[in-house]
């Protein structure tokens, strides 16, 4: 009774950590690492990969699993800028992790993400445009992004705690990065090399081969196994949008960055 009790208080009081992107900022390869990770630190059994990108069934296997829970924040893919919420005052009580990519290389995966991954979005319109319309599109698009960032820059101080990660810190040192996340997240004591194992096993080319055998799960599943631009581990390149885009096309977009984001992200060129 006595440890019924105290398993229960334990999981009351728990802090909550969300793990919020715009879409396409890294957020599966994010959650790979960190259930692989608390899995083995924890002892929880898995028999497919796609077991580890549901951290709230893991923590229903083990109630010292942190609560974390992962969220598109707002849903900023469907909106135009000025139909984002501003105040995040719903976050106060919890824990953020803000995951951050480069917008122009999150410009493109969301490009294909919408015209090829269609089938993820079912009450949605697949998009018809060209790359080269995307790049003005004002639902979802390059401004609504940079919007989206800068909403949650004014509200930083909002949540209990925030931790921003950026993409390409991730791809630069993925051991100290996630590294950062256990810690904020609450998973302490991590033997270096387990994290490693965590790096390894989550690694880009590791995760396109589980997609393209079968991950068991939609969240890692291609919409057409034989067009690598429908895969959810597409490339994984830092700097990508390269190309994609012509030179007048980036300049547009590095020039709208270097006006409206906040250099809090250090997306500055």
Known sequence: MALRHKLSMLIKNQKTTYIISFPKCGRTWLRMMLGYTI??????????????????????RNACVPKILIKHDDEPFWKKPG????DKGIFKR??????????RDVLISSY????????????????????????????????TLLAYYNIWFENRNIPRKMLLVRYED???SPERELGRVLQFVGIKNVHDSLIT???????????????????????????????????????????GYRDYLDEQQIEHLTCLMNK??????NYKF
Not at 83 to 86: A, D, K, R, V
Not at 203 to 223: H, Q, T, V
Not at 260 to 265: D, E, G, R
């Open 197 to 239: 194992g965590a790096v390894v096993f989550s690694s880009f080319d590791n995760m396109k081969k589980m997609e393209a055998i079968g991950s068991g799960s939609w969240r890692l599943s291609p919409a057409d196994r034989n067009d690598p631009e429908s895969y959810k581990a597409r490339k994984g390149k830092v700097g």
């Open 112 to 143: 294909f993400e919408k015209t090829r991954r269609d089938f993820v979005y079912r009450n949605q319109k697949k998009y018809e445009g060209t790359l080269s319309q995307y790049v003005n599109e004002s639902v979802g698009g390059f401004e």
């Open 94 to 103: 919890d824990q953020v992790v803000f995951l951050v990519r480069d917008p």
């Open 260 to 265: 409206k984001l906040s250099p809090w992200f």
């Open 83 to 86: 139909e984002l919420e501003t």
């Open 170 to 172: 991730m791809h630069a």
């Open 39 to 60: 899995a083995r630190q924890l002892n929880i059994s898995f028999s497919s990969p796609s077991e580890l990108l549901e951290l709230k069934t893991l923590r229903k």
